[in-house]
């Protein structure tokens, strides 16, 4: 259990921070900060799951993306030719203007699928990414 509260200060846009303000209200939370630390939390849950993806995996990566973003198309084309031996097939669809959806499907070995959804969600205007995966072999 945690003991020691640490005070931190962050930045963020106007916009996220009114419809995080909506969710966690919804959601029933007794301050901000108590939002906050549920979503470290789920941040932290989820990035050692994606730790354990190893062998041989299918999944998806979904990604939005600011397609204005200056070098951004470029630098998504070129992750998905480093691993194109893992990609099977993907869609891309324009949400509006300026924002596109694309689903990556992937076949191929955990660990460099890991590389490949982590390399994406590092790039400036990716507004949101998740890999999804499943061994396999598992019976679903």
């Not at 996220?16 to 630390?37: P, T």
């Not at 990035?47 to 630098?75: F, Q």
Request: include cysteine; proline fraction near 1%; charge should be negative.
């Amino acid at each position: 259990m945690e003991t020691e509260l640490m005070r931190i200060g962050v930045s963020l846009p106007g916009t996220l921070l009114n419809k995080f303000d909506e969710i966690i209200e919804k959601r029933g939370y007794s301050s901000r900060s108590e939002g906050i630390r549920d979503a470290i939390r789920s941040y932290i849950s989820y990035y050692e799951w994606m730790g354990d993806i190893k062998g041989h995996r299918v999944g998806t990566v979904a990604v939005i993306y600011d397609h204005t973003k200056r070098g951004l198309s470029n630098a998504l084309a070129d992750i998905q030719h480093n691993y194109s031996h893992l990609i099977k097939s993907s869609v891309h669809i324009h949400l509006d203007h300026d924002n596109c959806f694309e689903v990556i499907v992937l076949d191929g070995d955990g660990e460099e699928i890991k590389e490949l959804a982590e390399a994406i969600m590092a790039l400036k205007g990716v507004k949101f990414s998740k890999l999804t995966t499943v061994a396999s072999n598992e019976k679903i």
